[in-house]
């Protein structure tokens, strides 16, 4: 069940959140809210791939290193990291020392650059696999994937990204705010419906201002 706690601010919030401050502040101020900017949804893609095998808030706890160790995710940046770069990352002890995620870290920007060539920005395409909004009824039971993150997954391995299975990619609509998972009596589900509904349309605005003017 999708079910919520309240805490002692009086607040409800989903039964995931622990007491952490860092924990009740992610799901309040970001978890489920719209991202728009390339480097802010490459952070997330990234960090959601380091989350593998491990809890969220150790990723948490740890953003801030990750953040200095991978130039705060300026995807042009990271794009040109080389092996001494990734040297330097594996003797990081702040961050998940993984080969295998930091190397995917690197490719994944310079797959990100040729996507944003292709689609205009990762934004325009990430939100294209935007699934359509679950009955109250459904939302009552949590889910791990669907059929959009299957899709979203695919079409990135295709392109040569790395660590983007089904399972991260729903992790990731979660986080940059393509699906609204909060519970239903959660505190913050009313206002992220909002949220997101404004961010699509100006999306969608933005997106016919684009195609008009390349005409």
């Known amino acids: 069940m999708n079910t919520s706690t309240q805490f002692e601010d009086g607040k409800t919030r989903c039964n995931w959140v622990t007491v952490s401050p860092l924990y009740v502040a992610y799901h309040d101020d970001e978890w489920g809210r719209p991202v728009g900017d390339d480097d802010g949804i490459f952070e997330r893609l990234s960090l959601e791939g380091f989350q593998s095998g491990l809890s969220w808030l150790t990723i948490l706890r740890k953003r801030p290193a990750f953040r200095a ?3 705060d995710f300026d995807v042009a940046t990271v794009a040109g990291f080389g092996e001494r770069d990734v040297a330097r990352l594996l003797g990081d002890a702040g961050i998940v020392r993984h080969r295998g995620k930091i190397e995917a870290v690197i490719n994944n920007a310079a797959r990100a650059i040729e996507l944003k060539r292709e689609a205009g920005s990762l934004a325009q395409f ?16 949590p889910r791990t994937t669907c059929d959009e993150a299957i ?7 295709q392109r040569g990204w790395k660590f983007v299975g089904p399972t991260t990619m729903y992790a990731a ?7 609204n998972d909060h519970a239903p009596d959660c505190h913050c589900r009313k206002a992220v419906d909002k949220i997101q509904t404004a961010f699509k349309r100006q999306l969608a605005s933005l997106h016919k201002s684009v195609t008009v003017d390349s005409a």
């Open 69 to 71: 160790a991978f130039a």
């Open 126 to 141: 990430l939100w294209s696999f935007q699934p359509p909004p679950q009955h109250p009824d459904d939302a009552m039971t």
């Open 151 to 157: 899709a979203l997954s695919k079409a990135l391995k």
């Open 173 to 179: 609509m979660q986080a940059i705010g393509l699906v």
